[in-house]
């Protein structure tokens, strides 16, 4: 355990002071969170091997899934990368600084355990006033993952890295919550043709204009053993809630009805449920025995997006038996910030999904409930 010190910063013009303690930390080889334009990063110096293992420490992360490095500037890019193929230039210059994180060939000064052992090395480029003062004022590369437990829904505030990482780490940044609010989108530009290995805050679309041969999965990508995933992210369970979640779908409306006997006998049955709604649906269930998260307006995909980690953090804290989630519709989601959406609420829900107009759909929410209990102990 350590003493945790906590800095609160103006996000746009962060204390100088705050920035210079929290450079030196990094120096001495300690961890620091801090936040960037997506989420809150746990960060060390990606030149430390020995610091690199604290961050796998702290967040009880297997140390095969590979971290991040941030850097000040792209043209710091050689100091951490090798062999960069020519479509480097271009993206760097349209989306950083920004949510996009490039996987490349791993250059020989980063500490090895950054990559998991791998060649390769992600890269990016953090937009985040507070992230660059600290990059700058640091000028090492910073190896960051979120900064929550492993497999808990990331941080979007400071208050939800001191739930998870308080005593866990030396010095957090507080700069308010962040703007986009799920991770950068991760392109591996190591294969060709160059495949989204996560979606996130840059869109599909707008990766397409530079890079038209993307390969890019419209449904989320599902991997369930560590070790043979190429990137941990698309590991199953992510981001999850502690309580059982599960996506509900069907047409908002027509379905009304049978969302309501569903919660209704499952709270004969003795279950508590907590429903996670877009706004516009919530006034339907209102008179229901049921605890109302509201997810944001159905059609505005940035709103969900900046909030979705905090109302799933929410909606674990109520201590209901079990969340149902309605899923965002692919409509909404082509092309933008909305393809990370659903494939976040996807993992959150450990890729579990019913239909309010199955008959067996009490069923399996009761099997779901039962079986997380048995996983749980
Ligand atoms: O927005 C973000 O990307 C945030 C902020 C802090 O920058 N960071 C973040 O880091 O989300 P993390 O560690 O939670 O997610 C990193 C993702 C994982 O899915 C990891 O498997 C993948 O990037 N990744 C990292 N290095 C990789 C590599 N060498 N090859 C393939 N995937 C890699
Ligand atoms: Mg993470």
Known sequence: MVATQVYQVDPYQPDPAAITAAAQALAAGRLVAFPTETVYGLGANALDPAAVARIFAAKQRPFTDPLIVHLAAAA???????ALPPEVAALAARFWPGPLTLVLRRGPHVAPNVSAGRESVAVRVPAHPVAHALLLACGLPIAAPSANLFSRPSPTTARHVLDDLAGRVDLVLDG??????????????????????????????????????????STPVVVTDTEAASSPGTLL???APRTPMILLHGAAGDDDQLVHMLVRTL???????GLLLPDEEIAHYADLRADLVSLGPAQDMAAIGRFLFARLREADSLGVDVILARPVAEQAAEGGIGLAIRDRLFR????????AADPAALEIVLRVVRRRRIERG
């Open 76 to 82: 710091q890019i050689t100091q951490v990368a090798t």
């Open 176 to 217: 308010g919550a962040t703007t986009i609010g799920l991770e950068s989108t991760v392109v591996d530009l190591t294969q060709t043709p160059p495949v989204l290995l996560r979606p996130g805050g840059v869109g599909v679309a707008a990766l397409r204009t530079l890079l038209p041969d993307l390969r890019a999965p």
């Open 237 to 239: 369970k992510h981001y």
């Open 267 to 273: 709270y004969t049955r003795g279950l508590r449920v």
């Open 348 to 355: 959150a829900a450990e890729g579990c999904a019913i239909d």
